[in-house]
């Protein structure tokens, strides 16, 4: 799991930014589904944001489990970087148990974040997590290609 960390001030630049990456009808732009030339283009731009982020990693069998042990460092991470608002990319598979464990986690912390789910063609500025997980997890170059705007990498255990 991968979160962007995009200031304010830069959100709009951003998302104008990351529109103009998408082709002709596209909606969104999502690596998994990008050619290599592309996602090398996308990556680029990316660094020329001067963006960072933070991953994540959770080596288990259940997704379900993995994503909640990276949401329990996720959360406290973002509260101490004084994150105001978190959001997610909406699976609407994963969305109820995301929003019952980061309230879970926000009673526990005793502090207030505002959170919600969207759909990636909703905000482009969710685009930038997506490109910088894929890349980190594709490993070699592409996680070369990104290893500048990561700040911190973190084990979690389920």
Known sequence: MAAAKIPVRSLADVRVALRALTKSGQRCVHMKTEGDSRRRAILSELNG??????????????????????LEGLVPGMLDAGVVRLVLESDETKDRQDRKAISSLLRKAGRPMFFEHLRSYEDPALWVSDAIAWAFGA??????RVAAMIEQVQEMEP
């Open 139 to 144: 490993g070699g170059d592409w996680r070369r």
């Open 49 to 70: 944001l001067g963006l960072t982020a933070s991953v994540w990693l959770c080596r288990h069998g259940k997704d379900e489990v993995a994503r909640q042990a990276c």
